[in-house]
């Protein structure tokens, strides 16, 4: 058999073969723009792309921090309440099923009440890492028990996210900076030990964007790096006493682009800050905000999505936030996915295996590129205008953030960001998840410094309102189906999953021969609330028909499934409220569905 070769198609080559494909329309329609600027581009070669390659731990760092093997996987970090009545219980069951360390909220001040919290567990083995409250408790614990130079963990002291997430400081913002380095100094005989964490996921839990989120902890470290300096330590002494966290998500690609475009942006900074230690320690969380109350067992997937994007992009910690955090206190099956899902992933599909497997792929590449140069300018934007911590009391980081906020929102409310159990495919049938009310602690403003705090933005909150408004108050919407089942099933199913994302039930019909019978049927459902459900040629013949019919029948307020274009103004004289299609912004359209008490019988 003779050898077969092709000849190799250039892009110009596929250019030409797309135009013709598209009839007409350009090639820039194939390009989408994501939230926030970025653009995926509809096909990635090297001629469009081509860059020099760098091995992991050398170069701008996007591949990774070191060169060495992934093979021993990332630390497994397992956050746990300090304040459970049963916390050492988890945090040992944790230890022994796969958990390599333990994140600690509300932390005790004392340190014989955190003994408590960590009896029997192995400190120079086990690495603690705290949320920034009560530090020298951990640290007078690790003295106490000789440990030495042994100790792991890190003790999360961050005033400006603290300043973020409570909106109040205990002093002044140069006397927390002071304090925060006074702790530093206190564990430079812990080499192990992490004093300061720089925090983004205050930023993009709130509703940041990825390149906000960077600039965001840039700006931080960089505030963090000139105290420390300015009290006596080096470059790379500062350096590696910060630890860094960032929140992934659902978007894949953007959360490994994401960890590491943060890379390329911190090793600059050490560059011209004149350190030699340009490696970035990043602890990634998959995000609370992408969690939601309904259909729960979805953010399984959600959460599995979120940490295969962190470990592809080469996080050194990561944290899975469990399934059913959004719904109550995580019970023990929530705890357990959590840690299976990064076991999963690190040791039956070998993904600690592998470095950097996103690099040399053009789009995973263009996408670094572009969040890179996007944080880069936020990040100076920010220092331009006296850094984050005047950002943050001065209110503009807080208005930037809302604005972010309101456009991923209205992206939500017309489906072009979909949740899937809430917009997408709800199931109102479904059995409620319950789970205990986590502990209140009492976290009184402080003296010092204040601003607005930045609020956790969960994109699925309104609508899980609406669920929770329609299973106390049920509403009922008649569908109007027209003649056979062909000609209104496909817009009879569109409008009933739109009506199911609020909790409204639908009724169901095999469609009506005549106005007089559908009108009569209308009647005896009891219903106020009534939509309109055919293919464009009978509503051009029967719209009109059809609402005078239903609003003679008491009809309180009548939708039409589709767009009315050019004839809008005649349905509404007919009788038509509202119109539902692709692309209308469903919150609306539910929120007055569901305000409208006077449409109901």
Known sequence: MSDITFERPSLETWRSAAKAALRGRSLDSLTVELVGNTTIEPLYTDEQHNRAT??????????????????????????????????????????????????????????????????????????????????????????????????????????????????????????????????????????????????????????????????????????????MIEEGRTVDEAVHDLSFSMTVDTDQFTSIAKLRAARVCWARVVEKCGGAERGMRI?????????????????????????????????????????????????????????????????ESALASVID????????????????????????????????AKALLGGTLQADIAAMVKAAESQVARRKLPITGVTEFPHLDEEALERRTPLAIDDKPESGETCDPLLQFRPSAPFEALREAAADDPLTVFSANLGAIASHTARAAFA????????????????????????????????????????????????????????????????????????ESAYREAGIDDFIHVGVDILDVLLRTHNNRGARR
């Open 54 to 227: 760098t091995l992991p731990g050398t170069g701008d760092h996007r591949r990774g921090a070191t060169a060495a093997s992934t093979r021993a996987g990332w630390d497994i970090r397992q956050q746990h309440d300090a304040h459970r009545d049963d916390v050492n219980d988890r945090i040992l069951h944790a230890l022994e099923r796969g958990a390599t360390s333990i994140a600690l909220i509300n932390v005790p001040s004392e340190m014989s009440e955190l003994e408590r919290v960590l009896d029997g567990v192995l400190l120079d083995m086990a690495g603690i890492h705290l949320e920034g409250r009560n530090p020298m408790a951990l640290v007078e614990l690790w003295r106490s028990r000789d440990l030495g130079q042994l100790p792991i963990g890190s003790l999360g002291v961050d005033p400006i996210g603290r300043l973020a997430v409570t909106g109040s400081l205990p002093t002044d913002f140069d006397t927390a900076l002071h304090n925060m380095s006074e702790v530093a100094y206190e564990v430079t005989d812990m080499p192990m030990v992490i004093p300061i964490r720089v925090d983004g996921r205050p930023y993009g839990q709130a509703g940041a964007d990825a390149p906000t989120e960077i600039a965001c902890m840039l700006s931080t470290a960089v505030a963090y790096l000139g105290k």
């Open 283 to 347: 602890h990634a969380q998959t995000s609370a905000s992408m969690l939601t109350v309904v259909d729960p067992w979805v953010n399984i997937l959600r959460t599995t999505i979120a940490t295969f994007a962190a470990a592809a992009g080469g996080a050194k910690a990561i944290t899975v936030t469990p399934f059913d955090a959004a719904v109550g206190d995580p019970d023990d099956l929530g705890l357990r996915i959590a840690r299976n899902i990064q076991l999963v992933l690190a040791e």
């Open 357 to 388: 497997p996103a690099g040399g792929s053009y789009f995973v590449e263009s996408l670094t590129d572009q969040l890179a140069t996007r944080a880069w300018a936020r990040f100076q934007q920010l220092e331009k205008s006296g850094g984050i």
């Open 496 to 567: 009933s999953n739109l009506f199911a994302v609020g909790g409204i039930e639908t009724t169901t019909n095999d469609g009506f021969d005549t106005t007089d019978a559908l009108a009569k049927a209308f009647e005896a459902s009891g219903c106020r609330l009534v939509v309109i459900c055919g293919s464009d040629a009978q509503y051009a013949d029967l719209a009109a028909e059809t609402a005078a019919a239903l609003k003679a029948a008491g009809a309180g307020h009548v939708f039409l499934a589709g767009a009315p274009g050019d004839s």
